[in-house]
């Protein structure tokens, strides 16, 4: 199931892309793609090859709230119908965010909280950094980026809060560079993701809104 929710998280971002400009594919040929994509990890992760009976299926078993499977229900029937864009309109980005829940409840294996589903739109770097590591949680971004000796860390390039382990908030910490080992992530029940690279000793603790990381680095 791994490789579809990577597909899925994909999907999800590439519509996020689209909808802040992008002009590399249709809305509509994206959503409809992600909603086949999730509409077979819900039957794969009940057992049940009708959509719209595993959406429901899911809810019983409290992996999504019922209100969510019964619009991904809804949106199940609606995928083999051709739509138009004018029919789906400005309603892109809340069934993209309903199949953005629904990714992130399956990764969790319980009902994960509603954030916010935002267009991305293209930014310029004003300066490259010196080194940088990525992770890609839930089809987002999180990028390390080390500049003369201090890191920055931003989710979709978008700079998030940062604190300590002591508490302190910074907004950039002692990093002679990014790691290049490969990262260990661990999702919490809370919704939180923890990210680790144990040769360079760093642990981010990533929070379920992807707003705000806490930093703790040894050594």
């Keep these: 199931m791994t490789g579809r929710f990577t597909q899925l998280g994909r999907q999800l ?27 077979d990890l819900a039957c794969e992760a009940a057992g049940i090859e009708d959509a719209q009976a595993a959406f429901h299926d899911l809810a019983v078993r409290e992996m999504v709230e019922p209100a969510l499977a019964e619009r991904l229900a809804g949106y199940a029937a609606d995928v083999s119908t051709p739509r138009s864009e004018e029919a789906i309109g400005d309603r892109v980005l809340s069934i993209g965010g309903d199949l953005d829940r629904l990714l992130r409840s399956l990764e969790l294996g319980a009902p994960a909280p509603e954030i916010a589903f935002e267009a991305i739109a293209a930014r310029e770097r004003d300066d490259k950094p010196d ?35 002591s508490g302190e908030r910074v ?42 990381v806490q930093v703790t680095k040894r050594g």
């Design 171 to 212: 907004t950039s910490f002692a990093l002679a560079a990014a790691p290049n080992s490969r990262a260990e992530v661990h999702r919490e029940r809370t919704g939180a993701t923890r990210v680790v690279w144990s040769r360079e000793d760093v642990i981010l603790e990533l929070a379920a809104d992807f707003a705000a």
């Design 13 to 39: 971002r590439k519509l996020r892309h689209i909808v802040g400009g992008s002009p590399s594919a249709v809305p509509l040929t994206t959503l409809r793609r992600a909603t086949q994509l999730a509409c």
């Design 131 to 165: 080194s940088t590591a990525a992770v890609v949680i839930s089809g987002r971004v999180l990028a390390l980026d080390v500049r003369e000796g201090l890191a920055a860390i931003a989710v979709d390039e978008q700079p998030i809060a940062m604190t300590l382990s």
